[in-house]
């Protein structure tokens, strides 16, 4: 299970990047749970998306559990309605 940080901003994002790629080399169906993350900016919206294509190209199986709406207004704040990151995650 892939458990987003209280806090995806740029400040974390670079040292969170290994952690998720190591998790999605080695497993086949990843989760995606948001139920701690509190402050999410841009980038972090970003490099959500970029996990989300990541993990599709890989050829695994993506599933999201979603508990938190920060992660929600961030997508409708930035106008996001990109097919990929709607299709998987909560809008």
Same mark, same amino acid.
């Given at each position: 299970?892939?458990?987003?940080?209280?806090?995806? $901003? %740029? /400040?974390?994002?670079?040292?969170?990047?290994?952690? +998720?790629? #190591? &998790?999605?080399?080695?497993?086949? +169906? %990843?989760t995606i749970?948001? =139920?701690? &993350? +509190?402050?999410?900016? #841009?980038?972090?919206? @970003?490099?959500?998306? /970029?996990? +989300?294509?990541?993990i599709l190209?890989?050829?695994? $199986?993506l599933q999201?559990? =979603? $508990? =938190? #709406?920060?992660?929600?207004?961030?997508?409708?704040? &930035?106008?996001?309605?990109? /097919? %990929? &990151?709607? @299709?998987?995650?909560?809008?």
């Amino acid at each position: 299970m892939l458990k987003l940080p209280s806090e995806l $901003t %740029i /400040a974390q994002v670079d040292e969170y990047r290994v952690e +998720v790629q #190591t &998790l999605v080399d080695e497993n086949e +169906v %990843i989760t995606i749970d948001d =139920s701690q &993350l +509190v402050r999410i900016d #841009t980038i972090g919206v @970003q490099f959500i998306l /970029a996990i +989300v294509t990541y993990i599709l190209a890989q050829g695994k $199986t993506l599933q999201y559990q =979603s $508990t =938190s #709406t920060v992660l929600q207004e961030s997508i409708k704040q &930035l106008g996001i309605n990109d /097919a %990929i &990151l709607m @299709q998987h995650l909560p809008n």
